[in-house]
Structures are given as C-alpha cells and as structure tokens.
T-cell receptor
Framework: QQQVKQSPQSLIVQKGGISIINCAYE??????FPWYQQFPGKGPALLIA?????SEKKEGRFTISFNKSAKQFSLHIMDSQPGDSATYFC??????????????FGQGTILTVHP | GAGVSQTPSNKVTEKGKYVELRCDPI?????LYWYRQSLGQGPEFLIY????????DSGLPNDRFFAVRPEGSVSTLKIQRTERGDSAVYLC?????????????FGSGTRLTVV
C-alpha cells in the first residue's frame, strides 16, 4: 500500500523561480513530515521537517506548508538556484510503539533549475 | 565518525552468491536503520535497530535478508542466494535514538548489482 504520494515526478524551473512539490498521505497516525534532498551518488539529506501542530515552517528559502485536514503537505523553494537541482523526497513517520522513526517515502521529484 | 560510513560503495555479485553490506553509524547513535532504494524510487524501509536488537524487521522482503548489530554500533546487512531483483542501493541511516527529535543522517549507500 502506497501511503505517501508525491507529485510531480519531475519539475523544471528557471533560476529565481519558485519550485513547488506536493505530497499526500493516508495514514492519520503519521506525525512527522520531513523533506529530503538527494544528489546523485549520495544518500538523502534532511532539508526541513514539520509536525502537524503547525501549518507552516520556514527555513531560509525552504518552506513546508501543511494541511492536516486534507492530509497534504508541500515544499516550496523560493528563489530557486541551479545548485538546488536534485531529487527531493517527502516522507512521513509515526510516533509510538515499534514504528517510531520508520520513514515512508514518496516516489521522489527530480528538480532541474535552469540558469 | 563524522558521518555514516557504508562499505563497499559498489558491489557486483553473481546471482546465487552471498553478500554482506556494512554500515558504520555516527558515534554514539543508538538507532540504526536500513533502507533499500530502487532506481527512480524513494527509499523503502527494511529494518531498524535500537542498540543491539532489531526493533522492527517488517520491511525485510524474505528470509534471504538478515541484519545484525552485535555490539550496538556497526551493522551488517546479509543477503543470501542473491537474485537480480535484489539490485538496488542499500542505504543505512542513524540517529541519536529512536525518540530523537532530529532527523536521520544517511550514508551514501552501497550500490548492489546482481548479474
């Protein structure tokens, strides 16, 4: 069962533009929603994360928007730069019991930022 | 160490052979996770350890896969009778403990190719 759906699969943005990636989840027990950035040949690196008690979190050019009722969250990259070109993954995990910390990932979005 | 170290970085093996993949977590991190990432997909959970014990091995695909962490630090993922479908990047991640509010730190992975 695919529990985290991510879109789009790929995204092309001009330098300085806004990149938006969306995710939807099904499991209401999820309570931690991170975004990871992955460059070729490297492991995913944590970019930013949010918990469902807030609707938005901003760190520099990166913002997560969270809609608990719709079970959706999104990543916004402001002033996108060519160095942001990478694959982005949303993920989710639940608290408590033996599932704590186990992440369910989306399928990934390949972002290309043209100079 | 400064980061999560995985060895080897690449492994090519023949179908039916046995392989071992090693993960050295960040020093002092008690929680260790293994994921598998197929081409063009997000990482999929395999198993995680809190200390020496496997707290959740529900993601292991079948009994050909086994992982150990005998001293609560280094972990080894073992795959018996490898199949071509096992070809993927195997990622290891660690964090301070399963209740840590910080995200994982992933290693760069071992790319396994079964020919």
């Amino acid at each position: 069962q695919q529990q985290v759906k991510q879109s789009p699969q790929s995204l092309i943005v001009q330098k300085g533009g806004i990149s938006i990636i969306n995710c939807a989840y099904e499991n209401t027990a999820f309570d931690y929603f991170p975004w990871y950035q992955q460059f070729p040949g490297k492991g995913p690196a944590l970019l930013i994360a949010i918990r469902p008690d807030v609707s938005e979190k901003k760190e520099g050019r990166f913002t997560i928007s969270f809609n608990k009722s719709a079970k959706q969250f999104s990543l916004h990259i402001m002033d996108s730069q060519p160095g942001d070109s990478a694959t982005y993954f949303c993920a989710a995990s639940g608290a408590g019991g033996t599932s704590y910390g186990k992440l369910t990932f989306g399928q990934g979005t390949i972002l290309t930022v043209h100079p | 160490g400064a980061g999560v170290s995985q060895t080897p970085s690449n492994k090519v093996t023949e179908k039916g052979k046995y392989v071992e993949l090693r993960c050295d977590p960040i020093s002092g991190h008690t929680a260790l996770y293994w994921y598998r990432q197929s081409l063009g997909q997000g990482p999929e959970f395999l198993i995680y350890f809190q200390g020496t014990g496997a707290a959740d091995d529900s993601g292991l695909p079948n009994d050909r896969f086994f992982a150990v962490r005998p001293e609560g630090s280094v972990s080894t993922l073992k795959i018996q009778r490898t199949e071509r479908g096992d070809s993927a990047v195997y990622l290891c991640a660690s964090r301070r403990d399963i209740h840590s509010s910080y995200g994982y730190t992933f290693g760069s992975g071992t790319r396994l190719t079964v020919v």
